[in-house]
């Protein structure tokens, strides 16, 4: 079993930031690649940032050039840098760990960390 732990979430002022972290445990052989979602209160749980084995990363278009993924692949571990946050980033951030198995591959996800806007 593989257990996602995300933590760093808080209450930010507009054009503040914020570090999230995201740790990995468990029987992992390997890391195919590890994300971060958001959902926001009536919305759909969207893709907000991935980074694959290789290091390849995805943005979503309504991030670019504010957030940033990256990785300690030796710990298991990803973060995203956010900057320049806006209201509308305001959402719970889910950490997706996509792990190799024999079959393929397995999806593992965090509890959550909310990101909160203040004015």
């Known amino acids: 079993q593989v257990q996602v732990v995300e933590s760093g979430g808080g209450l930010v002022q507009p054009g503040g930031s914020l570090r999230l972290s995201c740790a990995a445990s468990g029987s992992i052989f390997s890391i195919r690649s590890m994300g971060w979602y958001r959902q926001a209160p009536g919305k759909e749980r969207e893709l907000v940032a991935v980074?694959?084995?290789?290091?390849?990363?995805y943005y979503a278009d309504s991030v670019k050039g504010r957030f940033t993924i990256s990785r300690d692949s030796a710990n298991y571990t990803a973060y995203l840098q956010m900057n320049s946050l806006k209201p509308e980033d305001s959402a719970v951030y889910y950490c997706?760990?996509?792990?190799?198995?024999?079959?393929?591959?397995?999806?593992?996800w965090g509890q959550g960390t909310q990101v909160a806007g203040s004015s």
């Open positions: 997706n760990t996509r792990v190799d198995v024999n079959y393929g591959y397995s999806d593992y």
């Open positions: 980074m694959s084995r290789g290091g390849t990363t």
